[in-house]
């Protein structure tokens, strides 16, 4: 079953705003990851937050958690149209020595140049 | 290339016909996990590895699925008498510490006709 759940579901912008991707989840967490994935093509880590921590910078993503809420944000600023691409976010739980990371259904971003 | 690669990238088959999928991790990894991801959802686990031992299965993990480490390096993933719904996209992935990122290779498309 898949924990994390990304609102919206489809996004279209333009070139230069910003996008915004909500997650919410169910169960604690230890971690929460955020991943994009080109259409037909893996997936590539973009940034990682402990649940220890309420925000995160990397270049132009900034990543906020909500342990309270059990939720994530991912902003994209200043968006590209390489941007486009489907984002999921990921909950990490450590159970038994490793790490079960479960998937949401993802965020389809279109950036319209 | 360091990073991971995973063959075939794409794989036809017949209902009833057996398959095999290979992933080669980054090479100081010691985990490596597979995933199956389907159209418009995000990935799901189905096995992990901590070198050789295979530590975790999922219910999504048939009987018809077998996976295997030896030697704690490449990983093969087979499916044996194909069905329909084994058509998807089989995900490899693999991290260093157990609460670090996963990296995660380009993906076997699998479509069985």
């Known amino acids: 079953s898949q924990q994390g759940e990304e609102d919206p579901q489809a996004l279209s912008i333009q070139e230069g705003e910003n996008a915004t991707m909500n997650c919410s989840y169910k169960?604690?967490?230890?971690?929460l990851q955020w991943y994009r994935q080109n259409s037909g093509r893996g997936l590539v880590h973009l940034i990682l937050i402990r649940s220890n921590e309420r925000e995160k910078h990397s270049g132009r993503l900034r990543v906020t958690l909500d342990t309270s809420k059990k939720s994530s944000s991912l902003l994209i600023t200043a968006s590209r149209a390489a941007d486009t691409a489907s984002y999921f976010c990921a909950t990490v739980d450590v159970l038994v020595g490793y790490q079960k990371v479960t998937f949401g259904i993802g965020t389809k971003l279109q950036v319209i140049p | 290339d360091t990073g991971v690669s995973q063959d075939p990238r794409h794989k036809i088959t017949k209902r009833g016909q057996n398959v095999t999928f290979r992933c080669d991790p980054i090479?100081?990894?010691?985990?490596l996990y597979w995933y199956r991801q389907t159209l418009g959802q995000g990935p799901e686990f189905l096995t992990y590895?901590?070198?050789?031992?295979?530590?975790?299965k999922s219910r999504l993990l048939s009987d018809r699925f077998s996976a295997e480490r030896p030697k704690g390096s490449f990983s093969t993933l087979e499916i044996q008498r194909t069905e329909q719904g084994d058509s998807a996209m089989y995900l490899c992935?693999?991290?260093?510490?157990?609460?670090?990122?996963?990296?995660f290779g380009p993906g076997t498309r699998l479509t069985v006709t």
């Open positions: 992935a693999s991290s260093s510490g157990q609460l670090d990122e996963q990296y």
């Open positions: 169960t604690s967490i230890n971690n």
């Open positions: 090479s100081e990894h010691n985990r």
């Open positions: 590895f901590q070198n050789e031992a295979q530590l975790e």
